[in-house]
């Protein structure tokens, strides 16, 4: 009986603390039988407590609710060492349209209209065709289900060089744009 | 009920099998709610407006539309897309507003957009279907809350290098003059009519009792960056039945001259078909306009500054020929903001001012004042216009926010005679983008 009480002393000590801030800035609870439930984090003078769904709560220390690890897919990462999609990385500009790559992510705004468009989020490359040094684009992509995804834009960019490039989404409409490197 | 069961599993095998060769299909869309209102004291009857100021319901306008696109590719490497666009009041009419964007109708109203086809082969692309199209004199005007859309085939070939030939067919068309862009038609009728049906209403308008013929379009297009620093294109249309058309430009980057300094020239001319002019029993002039422009970019600023002349006597807007001859759109450097079909008007010499300024994380500014003068030949309509826009997102939201000060001599007029007074416009324009 005393082993058991001390061995669930020690499984909640272990337990205390796993508590994990995701993305949207919710915070759930692993707990030891492989399921998870959201919590609520509160502030109670210096104390941090997290409210359970099932009515209990419990004292936490803020320092030990992790940041959930930024996930990069191997979609996400496709093709991005390539030294073609490395030229990219960087601001672009030119004829109403605007590009911020960095590894992760891109913010893209175009003129439309009376309005600037503006997509920002995650991207991939879908396909690299080295020839013509073309490349396929999948922009801020909100959700995939097999091969139908939700949201964001494709756009085709062609590298003409270090400081050049042009994109050619538009070019089925005879529309191409060129832009240049914002240093 | 076996058999019933097998045939079930047999359907839904044949419906997995027949939809195999999709591939990357993606559905996005927007969600848009635009808003205007002005003080303006008169009507276009002369006639004194009661409630005349901002945020009045009288001088209000409001409209909201929805768009859904999916964009797929297909077995043997076409790649083909659908579209819809939606368009309602949501009932604005009945407390905020008294007008609408697009369409003319406060009615909800919706159609399909797009649909097309379009398949490389080598250097050639083949577009066939219900499309967008950006060309100088027949476009898709995108100010609005919805775009023209046109039934029509195009053909890309870029075998000549740095240079992409085109020619297009346009068989129909849903373009709409006088500032609503689309037209709609309620209970599932097909909104699309022949291309150059909008000019057929402007000119049935002024010559009653004329039957225009129109029978869709042909363009032929050479856009090529072969020479250096340079980007010319040449297009040349053939409304048939009604006019003959060629647009030249040539946009000059003078990066040697000046690190982002730009020249731009164009020169167009519309010539009247002679089956036109029989039928109207008139000899009409052609149309013609010529732009300069000169540009210079510096890393978050943009600046231009634009001149155009019209020929005296054209009988046509140097403008959009898919939205008619009244409010279209130009492609001229030197179009106004939001006030459409003065610029390219006969016998109209106008200067453009603008700037562009990205405050990074703060918001896009824009400005523009643009001056429009008009001979007497012509019909002695002056106007001036300044605009100033200020566009942020915040996440997938798109916001811009317009003032814009009109004064022209055909807009607030007291009487037929009267030169019409300066008002002043706010615009709200919001997009919701998924």
């Known amino acids: 009986m005393k082993r058991s009480l001390f061995a669930a002393l020690f499984a909640s000590a272990l337990i205390a603390g796993n508590y994990i801030t995701l993305d949207n800035g919710k915070v759930i609870e692993l707990r030891p039988d492989g399921t998870w439930q959201e919590v609520k984090v509160i502030k109670k003078g210096n104390e941090t407590i997290a409210i359970k769904p099932d009515g209990t709560w419990e004292k936490v220390e803020s320092k030990n609710i992790e940041v959930a690890n930024k996930l990069e897919t191997n979609a996400e990462a496709k093709f991005k060492d390539t030294p073609l999609v490395q030229t990219l990385i960087g601001t672009w500009s030119g004829d109403g349209e605007r590009y911020e790559f960095t590894k992760d992510k891109v913010v893209f705004s175009v003129k439309d209209g009376h309005r600037t468009k503006t997509i920002s989020g995650k991207w991939s490359v879908e396909n690299i065709d080295e020839k013509n040094k073309t490349l396929t684009l999948n922009l801020a992509e909100g959700a995939r289900l097999g091969f139908l995804t939700f949201g964001g834009e494709i756009r085709k960019i062609k590298i003409i060089d270090d400081n050049t490039i042009e994109d050619i989404t538009g070019w089925d409409e005879g529309k191409i744009v060129t832009l240049h490197r914002v240093r | ?434």
């Open chain 2, 1 to 434: 009920m076996k058999l019933a069961k097998l045939s079930l599993a047999a359907l839904m095998a044949l419906g997995v099998s027949a939809f195999a060769d999709v591939q990357n299909i993606k559905v996005s869309g927007d969600a848009k709610l635009f808003y205007g209102t002005a003080d303006v004291d008169y009507d276009e009857n002369y006639n004194k407006i009661k409630d005349s100021s901002l945020f009045g319901k009288s001088t209000s306008y409001g409209q909201a539309a929805f768009d859904l696109a999916a964009t797929a590719d297909l077995a043997d490497g076409v790649k083909g897309k659908v579209g819809i666009t939606a368009l309602s009041t949501l009932g604005l009419e009945n407390n905020l507003v008294s007008d609408i964007w697009a369409g003319g109708t406060t009615q909800t109203t919706w159609w399909a957009s797009e649909a097309w086809l379009a398949k490389t082969f080598g250097n050639t692309t083949v577009k066939v279907g219900r499309q967008y199209l950006d060309t100088p004199l027949a476009f898709s005007e995108k100010w609005n809350i919805a775009a023209n859309s046109f039934d029509a085939a195009v053909v890309l070939n870029n075998d000549l290098p740095q240079t992409t030939l085109v020619a297009a067919w346009i068989g129909r068309g849903n373009g709409a003059g006088d500032y609503s862009v689309v037209r709609t038609v309620t209970n599932g009728g097909d909104s699309f009519r022949t291309y150059g049906s909008a000019i057929q209403d402007t000119l049935q308008g002024k010559f009653p009792g004329k039957n225009v013929k129109v029978a869709g379009a042909y363009a032929v297009a050479a856009v090529t960056k072969a020479i250096p620093y340079t980007t010319a294109q040449v297009w040349y249309y053939d409304v048939v039945d009604i006019a003959s058309a060629w647009w030249l430009q040539a946009d000059i980057d003078l990066k040697e001259v000046l690190p982002g300094l730009t020249f731009g020239a164009q020169y167009a001319d519309i010539n009247p078909a002679s089956k036109l002019e029989k039928e109207l029993s008139t000899k009409l002039d052609d149309a013609k306009a010529w732009a300069v422009k000169l540009g210079y970019s510096m890393d978050n600023l943009k600046l231009a500054a634009a001149y155009s002349a019209t020929d005296k006597k054209g009988p046509v807007l140097v403008a959009n020929t898919a939205t008619g001859l009244k409010g279209s759109q130009s492609k001229l450097y030197t179009e106004a903001w939001w006030n459409y079909g003065y610029v390219s008007a006969p016998d109209t010499k106008t200067w453009m001012v603008s700037a562009d300024y990205n405050m990074e994380g703060i918001a896009d500014f824009m400005a523009q004042y643009t001056s429009a003068n008009q001979g007497t030949t012509g019909g002695d309509v002056d106007m001036q216009e300044f605009t100033l826009a200020a566009s942020k997102s915040f996440g997938n939201l798109d916001t811009t926010l317009a003032y814009i000060y009109t004064k022209a001599d055909d807009q607030n007029q007291k009487s037929a005679t009267d030169k019409g007074d300066g008002y002043n416009m706010i615009q709200v324009y919001l997009t919701y983008n998924f």
